[in-house]
T-cell receptor
Framework: DQQVKQNSPSLSVQEGRISILNCDYT??????FLWYKKYPAEGPTFLIS?????DKNEDGRFTVFLNKSAKHLSLHIVPSQPGDSAVYFC????????????FGTGTRLTIIP | DTGVSQNPRHKITKRGQNVTFRCDPI?????LYWYRQTLGQGPEFLTY????????KSRLLSDRFSAERPKGSFSTLEIQRTEQGDSAMYLC????????????FGQGTRLTVV
């Protein structure tokens, strides 16, 4: 049962344009979401998070939007830069005392110079 | 470097051998997690420690796998009688003991079973 889904395995975006990465979830108990970025041969690096009490969180070039009724979140990167090329995972913790994370399958973002 | 440290970075082993990986979390973090990532998938939860207590194990963690965190600091993950299906990236993460804080990941140990 894939509780966190990223339906686009890959995305290519021109440098300077906006990158939009999408994530859907099925577990209505999730109330906090995180985005991680992963370069090859490295561990995931935390990027940005959002609580379900908000519908938007912004940090520099990165903005995450949450639509609770649709169980959908998206990560916007603007403007996109070559260093943004990586695999992006959305994740949600199970808040039953341990916050173990359920990850999506990831979207590989390629920024074209 | 005060991040999560994992050793070794790479391990190649023959099928049937035992392997052990080490994770040193961020020093003030009392939660420690092990995840496994295979090609094309996101990291999958294996097990979780709060201090030295192992509080949860995934059904992915067969009886050939054992994890310890003896003094509530570093942790080890041992795989006995390795199989080719064990080939994966093994990731360790740590976090503080409070709600809605991000987990910080190490660089992982890439295991290849030949």
């Amino acid at each position: 049962d894939q509780q966190v889904k990223q339906n686009s395995p890959s995305l290519s975006v021109q440098e300077g344009r906006i990158s939009i990465l999408n994530c859907d979830y099925t577990n209505s108990m999730f109330d906090y979401f995180l985005w991680y970025k992963k370069y090859p041969a490295e561990g995931p690096t935390f990027l940005i998070s959002i609580s379900s009490i908000k519908d938007k969180n912004e940090d520099g070039r990165f903005t995450v939007f949450l639509n609770k009724s649709a169980k959908h979140l998206s990560l916007h990167i603007v403007p996109s830069q070559p260093g943004d090329s990586a695999v992006y995972f959305c994740a949600a913790p199970h808040n039953f005392g341990n916050e173990k994370l359920t990850f999506g399958t990831g979207t590989r973002l390629t920024i074209i110079p | 470097d005060t991040g999560v440290s994992q050793n070794p970075r790479h391990k190649i082993t023959k099928r049937g051998q035992n392997v052990t990986f080490r994770c040193d979390p961020i020093s003030e973090h009392n939660r420690l997690y092990w995840y496994r990532q295979t090609l094309g998938q996101g990291p999958e939860f294996l097990t979780y420690f709060q201090n030295e207590a192992q509080l949860e194990k995934s059904r992915l963690l067969s009886d050939r796998f054992s994890a310890e965190r003896p003094k509530g600091s570093f942790s080890t993950l041992e795989i006995q009688r390795t199989e080719q299906g064990d080939s994966a990236m093994y990731l360790c993460a740590s976090s503080l003991n409070r709600g809605n804080t991000e987990a910080f990941f190490g660089q992982g140990t890439r295991l290849t079973v030949v």
